[in-house]
């Protein structure tokens, strides 16, 4: 799915190790590995994540939204 995102907003896909909360039970090892998807502002600065693409999509697009209610993309944030 294609979002419109301002410019110089990235979502990348990154391997993640994260805690098993499972540990201890015959269920697993201490942590195990899951793809994350994070959404950056042009300035590099961390906007939202997510463990479904689509959920980092339409969280990184309401952000988007909002930040233009403001100002609109083009302009330095405050």
Request: net charge negative; glycine share 6%; charged share 15%.
């Amino acid at each position: 799915m294609a979002v419109q995102l301002p410019p110089g907003w990235v979502i990348t896909k990154t391997l993640e190790d994260v805690p098993n909360p499972n540990f201890g039970t015959p269920y697993g090892q201490s942590y195990f590995v899951r793809w994350t998807y994070i959404c950056t502002d042009d300035n590099g600065q961390f906007v939202c994540a997510s463990g479904s693409e689509d959920d980092c999509n339409n969280q990184a697009q309401a952000m988007a939204q909002s930040r233009t209610q403001q100002q609109p993309y083009f302009e330095a944030m405050p």
